[in-house]
């Protein structure tokens, strides 16, 4: 059974710094394209960054802030979240599909709360 558990959210001040990771199980990262959404209070889902293969994607609004990767065992993906704004504040999500496929995510996980608050 795939599980996807993500943790390393909570409150920062802006201009902080936080690491998301989202831990895989009955799965390895290395063949999947994973993504990062998220999605703040009465507003829709957003996409934030993606890696497939070597390839990483960024949305606009995160560009040069975040950064994700992924370990070399395939496990687990990160999100480094840098000079945070109160902008950023939502649920963020990891989702996973195999590389080769198109249109939706496959997998989701259960999300983790990131706060940007003075």
């Known amino acids: 059974q795939v599980q996807l558990v993500e943790s390393g959210g909570g409150l920062v001040q802006p201009g902080g710094s936080l690491r998301l990771s989202c831990a895989a199980s009955g799965l390895t990262f290395s063949t999947y394209a994973v993504a990062w959404f998220r999605q703040a209070p009465g507003k829709e889902r957003e996409f934030v960054a993606l890696i497939k293969w070597d390839t990483q994607l960024y949305a606009n609004s995160v560009k040069g802030r975040f950064t994700i990767s992924r370990d070399s065992a395939g496990s687990t993906v990160y999100l480094h979240m840098n000079s945070l704004k109160p902008e950023d504040t939502a649920v963020y999500y990891c989702?996973?599909?195999?590389?080769?496929?198109?249109?939706?995510?496959?997998?989701w996980g259960q999300g983790t709360q990131v706060t940007v608050s003075s």
């Open positions: 989702a996973a599909k195999p590389a080769s496929a198109s249109g939706q995510y496959n997998y």
